[in-house]
């Protein structure tokens, strides 16, 4: 009795000084706030961007050749438009939009909501859209409605057409909000968590316009595409030629995992055959676009693009007539890859990662400037760009037969980033893009009115013009974007009105498809293998997911 007294005054004495319920709640983590502020949570949603995006990039690069496998012993099954059975590889953009982005983008907005911080509710209704446009661009259906729930185990997928109206709505939302007065008082500002924009509100806004560009210009094969409306979200979205409203994700580069995913320190740009690490290497078809195969004809300097030597690696072997610049074809590697002495060596497409460099560089060590263009320790990741945009109103304007407008905007676009490569200040201080320097305007000025590679006439302008300068545009980070666009024109089989060749022309599909393909090339990627053929097993199954084409199946946006 005596002990069960003292104990009793004991409890009493604790529960008066330090109050009941924060000495009984062992729920609550004074090192891990169940209620962080929502702008405390926005840098780790910006950070997961790039997470998806790169670390699926490895494989679905190969499907729209930025890249290709090195080693011409390795008959990738992604070169070959297949996929990995029975893995996670090609699933991080799911992982992202469900994971790592999906509920901490709920508990973002709705708490901003609450609290009528507009500024922070919108930016994360525009982020939230662009993860559900990305990932039904990337998959097909997806589950969209009733997510998030801690009772529910399984969800149901919403059609594509859908999930495209519903980005719809969350866009118009986020541009809603971000134009409304803020009525918070005492709390954080959207510029204590983004470290993109700054907190400023029009460029978020302009971001949330040109996710609906995206959207809408992605239904061209429809009978209700509207080339105005297109135009009309062009023009409210970035508009900066410096690329100062780019949408950018930097990297800090102090530890692994905020480095981007494409340096050298994280080594991720390699594939491992036979206990050998071979680098991932550039695609002929990127090489002739930038050489001036494909726009003029043949390579000699005058006709070479002046991004080529700050995007491309040339290799030791200068003598091949454009400098150096070899790539490789899909399924069938480099030819010289096992080779290590000798000319033939010498004649090895190089790394991403540099001229004459086959190998990585300083895996393992942060050296912010070993590298070349996107693929080094700190510097950005991009998600819109200008170019882009004025490539997207460039398309739209040549559909709606206004080459007035269309020739602008691709003139635009293409000067645009060639000053995104020789920009000289990011945020957080991220190295730049320009090789050692950068360029000129003399070389800008003659590429663009001079060496024939650029129109300068309406009459002369096509739509092959517009799409493979987007391609160029796009390289090394649009790739879900320049998919989308390879898909829209089916590969290579829509013609171009005015030349009567493939809009996509000099691009090649491998020789043979991979055996699971039944002849077709790659359309979709299957959902995330450990969350869906293993949870949500029957809902693939309605949808007809366990076929072993289903990758092959068209797109709802892609038909007519």
């Known amino acids: 009795m005596k002990k069960k007294f003292l104990c009793a005054i004991l409890l009493a004495t604790?529960?008066?000084?330090?109050?009941?319920?924060?000495?009984?709640?062992?729920?609550?983590?004074?090192?891990?706030?169940?209620?962080?502020?929502?702008?405390?949570?926005?840098?780790?949603?910006?950070?997961?961007?790039?997470?998806?995006?790169?670390?699926?990039?490895?494989?679905?690069?190969?499907?729209i050749?930025?890249?290709?496998?090195?080693?011409?012993?390795?008959?990738?099954?992604?070169?070959?438009?297949?996929?990995?059975?029975?893995?996670?590889?090609?699933?991080?953009?799911?992982?992202?939009?469900?994971?790592?982005l999906g509920k901490n983008l709920v508990y973002i907005i709705e708490e901003s909501e609450k609290d009528k911080r507009w500024d922070v509710a919108g930016a994360g209704l525009a982020l939230q859209a662009m993860m559900f446009q990305m990932t039904t661009d990337y998959h097909g259906d997806i589950g969209f409605y009733n997510l998030f729930q801690d009772d529910k185990v399984f969800y149901k997928y919403t059609s594509q057409d859908t999930v495209y109206k519903g980005v719809d709505s969350i866009c118009r939302k986020a541009i809603d909000y971000l134009g409304r007065t803020l009525e918070s008082t005492g709390k954080a500002p959207l510029s204590r968590g983004d470290f993109s924009y700054n907190g400023d509100v029009v460029k978020w806004k302009k971001f949330a316009y040109g996710i609906l560009a995206r959207n809408w210009n992605h239904q061209s094969n429809k009978s209700t595409y509207n080339a105005d409306s297109v135009i009309y979200w062009c023009n409210n979205s970035l508009s900066d030629p410096a690329g100062t409203d780019d949408l950018l994700i930097p990297?800090?580069?102090?530890?692994?995992?905020?480095?981007?995913?494409?340096?050298?320190?994280?080594?991720?740009?390699?594939?491992?055959?036979?206990?050998?690490?071979?680098?991932?290497?550039?695609?002929?078809?990127?090489?002739?676009?930038?050489?001036?195969?494909?726009?003029?004809?043949?390579?000699?300097?005058?006709?070479?693009?002046?991004?080529l030597r700050h995007m491309l690696s040339a290799s030791a072997d200068t003598t091949n007539g454009n400098g150096g610049y070899?790539?490789?074809?899909?399924?069938?590697?480099?030819?010289?890859?096992?080779?290590?002495?000798?000319?033939?060596?010498?004649?090895?497409?190089?790394?991403?990662?540099?001229?004459?460099t086959y190998g990585n560089p300083s895996s393992g060590a942060f050296t912010t400037n070993v590298g070349k263009y996107l693929f080094k320790d700190k510097v950005v990741h991009p998600v819109m760009t200008y170019a882009e945009i004025q490539f997207i109103k460039a398309e739209a304007a040549m559909k709606?037969?206004?080459?007035?407008?269309?020739?602008?905007?691709?003139?635009?676009?293409?000067?645009?980033?060639?000053?995104?490569?020789?920009?000289?200040?990011?945020?957080?201080?991220?190295?730049?893009?320009y090789n050692t320097?950068?360029?000129?305007?003399?070389?800008?000025?003659?590429?663009?009115?001079?060496?024939?590679?650029?129109?300068?006439?309406?009459?002369?302008?096509?739509?092959?013009?517009?799409?493979?300068?987007?391609?160029?545009?796009?390289?090394?980070?649009?790739?879900?974007?320049?998919?989308?666009?390879?898909?829209?024109?089916?590969?290579?089989?829509?013609?171009?009105?005015?030349?009567?060749?493939?809009?996509?022309?000099?691009?090649?599909?491998?020789?043979?498809?991979?055996?699971?393909?039944?002849?077709?090339?790659?359309?979709?990627?299957?959902?995330?293998?450990?969350?869906?053929?293993?949870?949500?097993?029957?809902?693939?199954?309605?949808?007809?997911?366990?076929?072993?084409n289903y990758h092959t199946k068209p797109m709802w946006f892609s038909e007519p």
């Open 437 to 548: 320097t950068k360029i000129t305007d003399a070389e800008i000025n003659y590429y663009m009115d001079a060496s024939g590679a650029i129109k300068t006439t309406e009459a002369t302008l096509t739509l092959t013009d517009i799409m493979l300068q987007k391609y160029i545009a796009l390289w090394g980070w649009g790739f879900v974007e320049t998919w989308c666009d390879l898909r829209r024109y089916h590969y290579i089989a829509d013609k171009d009105p005015q030349t009567g060749e493939s809009v996509y022309k000099t691009f090649t599909f491998p020789s043979t498809f991979s055996t699971t393909n039944g002849g077709l090339a790659a359309q979709r990627f299957r959902p995330r293998f450990n969350s869906e053929y293993v949870w949500n097993i029957d809902e693939l199954a309605r949808i007809g997911a366990l076929s072993n």
């Open 400 to 433: 709606k037969g206004d080459k007035t407008t269309a020739l602008e905007a691709y003139r635009n676009a293409v000067r645009g980033h060639m000053r995104a490569i020789n920009r000289d200040v990011y945020p957080l201080q991220n190295v730049v893009l």
């Open 65 to 100: 050749q930025n890249w290709l496998t090195g080693n011409n012993a390795n008959n990738n099954a992604w070169d070959l438009h297949g996929y990995a059975s029975g893995s996670d590889a090609a699933g991080d953009i799911w992982r992202q939009c469900y994971y790592g």
């Open 251 to 307: 990297f800090s580069a102090s530890k692994n995992d905020d480095a981007n995913f494409f340096g050298t320190y994280r080594n991720n740009m390699t594939e491992t055959v036979s206990s050998v690490a071979h680098p991932l290497r550039q695609s002929n078809f990127i090489v002739r676009l930038l050489d001036g195969t494909t726009f003029i004809g043949n390579s000699l300097a005058a006709s070479r693009d002046p991004r």
């Open 14 to 63: 604790l529960a008066s000084s330090i109050g009941c319920k924060k000495y009984l709640d062992i729920n609550t983590d004074e090192d891990t706030p169940q209620h962080p502020d929502p702008t405390s949570v926005f840098p780790t949603q910006l950070a997961g961007i790039p997470r998806g995006t790169q670390y699926d990039a490895r494989y679905l690069a190969r499907y």
């Open 326 to 356: 070899r790539g490789v074809n899909p399924g069938s590697g480099d030819p010289n890859s096992g080779n290590t002495t000798g000319a033939a060596a010498r004649r090895r497409v190089a790394s991403l990662w540099g001229d004459s």
